[in-house]
């Protein structure tokens, strides 16, 4: 408000730029509290691609105590079943499950580890997980080890929420915005999320249209209930492609057992979708060729592994090849991000941009037991 004010403002972020406009605040505007109506959406019909989220059911095979204890087979079991439920929900011809976090008002997060722990709190706040260009460069990142036929078509950027206790929830419940009762673009504010190792772009709600907002829960969400929604989807013509959420507290409700969570992400492809809304890859293929790892299905090898008594070596199985390049997609286009953040004539604040958004993924690859135990 004023001469030379702007009411939400995340830039200049470089002293030249802020002498030169006279904005001399990295970041503007208030988070208030307003006065809603959460539904039970039990009775009501929800879909992803209209509402941008929706309840179905899907059991597991992990115990509670092992979401807590074991990252290993969280990532070898639970992953594989978050794959296939989503490809079953929404048609996909292939997902990838990257990272996941367990909530609990019994965490082991603190002001040194900020979002970055194996058990974080409840999230409180309403806001989204990504920005379009966050979900695009993520795109990137993960299809770049991928067939390049998965460089195309549509991609979903999508979480899958789920009670990981024997118990129905009774509070604290994950609140979803229906996205059908959002004006656009009025009701979004780009914004930077900044924490203690990483950085990211998202967005924020508006208040002024809060009245017009239809906000639903699920009442008593089971272990064999999980709520998808999207953090992003490529598809421009759909009515649901992005979902605010955020925990909530009922006062009034009775007491139970406290909520304990886990939500996965993951990302979605569907490379015969039309007209083609994925980033251009050619940038990441271009890295790509230049990947020189011997796999058990290149031309003119051997395929058998074994000869006679002899162990040919410099051979990778075709599983073992698929991990190293999608490993490698990701490693060369994170490269690229950091090449053009080198560029930027800003005392290396880009560069450690690009450096925090990394340190959730770099952090979760090293807890499982490999690394624990080293």
Known sequence: EGPRKAPYLYLPTIAEEKER??????????????????????????????????????????????????????????????????????????????????RARKNNAT????????????????????????ARDLFKMMAGGLDKKYHKGRFLYINAWRNITDEPIGNDHLAVLDETSIVKPDDYIVSEFYDKMYSLQQYRLLDVNSNQHKWVYFSAMKKNEVLLFKQFDSDTSLPGRLCFHTAFHDPNAPECPERQSIEARGMAFFPDHEPNSCPDMSEVQKSMKALKIPSAGDENRVKSKNLFDFNLEGIYADEIFADIRKNAGGASYARKMMDDAAKADDSGAAIAKVMRSFMPYIVQQTQNAYYQKR
């Open 111 to 134: 002001p040194e580890t900020g979002t970055v722990s194996t058990i974080q709190p409840y999230a409180y706040g309403i806001h989204s997980d990504s920005h379009p260009k966050s």
């Open 21 to 102: 406009t006279g904005r001399k605040e990295q970041m503007c505007g208030k988070t208030v509290e307003v006065e809603t109506i959460v539904r039970d959406g039990r009775n009501e019909k929800h879909s992803l691609d209209n509402h941008s989220f929706e309840l179905v059911e899907q059991e597991t095979a992990l115990t509670t105590e092992e979401f807590y204890n074991d990252q290993d087979k969280v990532k070898s079991v639970y992953y594989p079943e978050m794959e296939e439920l989503i490809k079953e929900k929404t048609g996909a011809a292939h997902v990838l499950m990257f990272h996941h976090q367990v």
